[in-house]
């Protein structure tokens, strides 16, 4: 659970930096001309996608540990959050304000989790285990989200300084990617021993 968080934020936060930080680009090149004006909600979409990701893994392990109904109410809560911002934000700020909506709701599903006894303790470790790849993120790619100016050459010294950031903040630990990598091998590179010396038996007669 917890190497899944830690890596899965490590992969997405320099995405969600280049999001950010080329909103407008991304989106004209991608798109034409006609909707620049697009690029002003790519920013929300791109800080919703890093909780998202932390919502998955939770939601599958209330799942994995029988509490699927508390899983539930959290999502509802999310749902009703969702809801009620669209409510105010939209007529206010369109599209921006329904990107905005979908972020608070994610955010609103992960802070529910210390309303629960049954899920506090889950909902810290969620944070804790987010929180030194969101830290070195910042630190790395903040200035190429705050200068206009030299803004590629900023993204870049991030790139470069981001893998430091993460070893000396102890965001990855390299077993635990070793495993993950493992886990998620398809089930036919992963053949029982047995099995592979039959077929090598029959492959030699």
């Known amino acids: ?25 991304i989106v004209t090149r991608l798109l034409g001309d006609a909707y620049t004006e697009s690029a002003r909600i790519f920013p929300w979409l791109a800080v919703s996608a890093l909780l998202v990701f932390a919502d998955i893994v939770t939601g599958a392990r209330l799942v994995a540990t029988g509490l699927e109904t508390r899983n539930l109410h959290l999502v509802l809560f999310a749902a009703v959050t969702n ?80 893998p430091v950031a993460l070893y000396l903040l102890g965001a990855v630990r390299v077993p635990e990617v070793a495993r993950l990598i493992a886990a998620i091998r398809p089930a036919a590179q992963r053949r029982p021993p047995g099995r592979t010396r039959r077929v090598e038996d029959i492959e030699e007669e």
């Open 1 to 25: 659970f917890r190497a899944s968080l830690r890596v899965l934020t490590t992969m997405v936060l320099p995405i969600v930096a280049l999001e950010i930080a080329f909103a407008e680009p």
């Open 83 to 162: 809801v009620g911002a669209n409510f105010w934000l939209i007529p206010r700020y369109g599209a921006v304000g329904a990107a905005a909506g979908t972020l608070i709701a994610y955010a609103v599903r992960l802070v529910a989790g210390f309303l629960f006894s049954d899920t506090r303790a889950l909902t810290v470790l969620t944070i804790q285990s987010i929180a030194p790849a969101t830290f070195a993120g910042l630190v790395c790619f903040g200035p190429a989200l705050l200068v206009s100016e030299f803004r590629l050459a900023a993204f870049t010294c991030g790139i470069v300084a981001y």
